[in-house]
């Protein structure tokens, strides 16, 4: 299996590692998965052979761009260049995920399945912005688009949803996705202010130096889009109501805390099917009040009632974890 894998950033990276970890797994199903291409903003490296992990992490270190491998190396050369080149079997999307739009992302994904690639992606805005189109092409070409990573990291939500659905029906959905907002409300619990919290999850590496996608609530509207998708399709992150928080008080919290409840933000997916985003009042002890940088999910299914998830959330060996348990599922279905 040849694999192309568009952005070499944290996740990209992590991937690379875990794969060559992965391997004998992979051997033991029949597949030999090689990447045969690394492609980043500074252009692409082709490796007709495979690349050498350790080679090319050193590369990127040393010279902040693959395209500067002496073996192999293109500067210049662009994703949708690199698919033509390569004609890879699989193709990994794992360049940043854009605002306002799906960014060059969806280009990347359209390209590749119309080049008869498989496509596994963690960026989630091509699956926010764009769902309908990218399943469409897919189902067109006869290719398959997984794209776990997007929501939950290494937790297991789309993929439990997707078992879920056989058989019964997702009424609601609500949950706390995002690890960074999740971690600087519980530090204002504890007495910090806003900005002194946002201040830590910084320095502790869990919240960008811009965390504007995370406290003003878009990354948890991207996912619950996602899973709104998933579910039926047809939905798109401009519908989404959005609160972040950043206006959310000390005061706020503590008030909460002392009639017993916690403040969270909140991915809803109502029973009307409206997408909202907000924080909200949890009862303490109830199943989305999750502290710290943990994510909970809760489906509610029209037979099997409540289904609910909790875990670690992102992280770039989560995320990792899920982009290598969908290459099993791709082999799995283009096998059967
Ligand atoms: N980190 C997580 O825990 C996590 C969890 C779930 C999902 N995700 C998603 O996974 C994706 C990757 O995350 P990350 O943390 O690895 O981000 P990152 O460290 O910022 O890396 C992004 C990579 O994409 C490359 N890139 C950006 N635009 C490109 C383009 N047009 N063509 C080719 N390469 C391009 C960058 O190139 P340069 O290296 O040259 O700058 C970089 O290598 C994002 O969409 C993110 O939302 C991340």
Redesign the pocket.
């Known amino acids: 299996m040849r694999i192309l894998l ?9 991937f690379l590692q875990l794969l060559e970890e992965e391997r004998r797994r992979f051997r033991k199903i029949g597949v030999d998965p090689k990447v045969v291409g690394v ?4 252009g692409a490296a082709i490796f007709k052979e495979g690349v050498k992990t350790s080679r090319i992490l050193e590369v ?1 270190a040393e010279k ?3 395209a500067y491998s002496e073996e192999g190396g293109f500067p210049q050369m ?2 949708l260049e690199a698919i033509s080149i390569v004609q890879p079997d699989l193709t990994i ?6 605002r306002g739009g799906s ?3 969806l280009k ?1 994904i359209v390209k590749a399945l119309e080049n008869g690639s498989h496509v596994v ?5 091509p699956f926010a912005y764009d769902y309908d189109t990218v399943m469409r092409v897919a189902l067109s070409r006869g290719r398959l688009v997984k794209y776990s ?3 939950g ?1 290494g937790l297991p939500v789309l993929k439990t949803l997707r078992t879920l659905t056989i058989g019964d029906v997702v009424e609601s959905c609500r949950g706390v996705l995002n690890a960074t907002s999740n971690y600087i409300l519980t530090l204002m619990e504890e007495g910090r202010s806003y900005s002194e919290a946002l201040k830590l999850a910084q320095e502790i590496g869990i919240a960008e130096t811009d965390p504007t996608m995370d406290v003003s609530g878009m ?1 948890t509207a991207y996912k619950i889009t996602i899973i709104a998708n998933t579910i039926e399709g047809g939905h798109s992150v401009n519908e989404v109501e959005i609160t972040g928080i950043e206006n959310i008080r000390f005061e706020d919290l503590r008030e909460a805390a002392s009639s017993g409840y916690s403040i969270r933000l909140l991915g809803e997916f109502t029973e009307e099917g409206k997408l909202r985003v907000g924080p909200s009042k949890l009862k303490r002890g109830s199943t989305l009040d999750v502290s710290g940088t943990l994510n909970a999910v809760e489906f509610k299914m029209r037979r099997a009632g409540p289904v609910c998830l909790t875990g670690k ?4 060996f ?2 990792a974890a ?1 982009i290598i348990r969908d290459i099993f599922e791709i082999v799995e279905e283009a096998m059967r």
């Open positions: 568009i952005g070499f950033g944290n996740v990209g990276r992590a492609v980043d903003r500074g990127k902040g761009s693959v662009d994703a999307e794992a360049t940043s995920t854009s960014g060059p992302a990347h992606s963690a960026n989630k805005a990573a997007t929501v990291g990354d959330g992102a992280g770039p989560e995320t899920a």
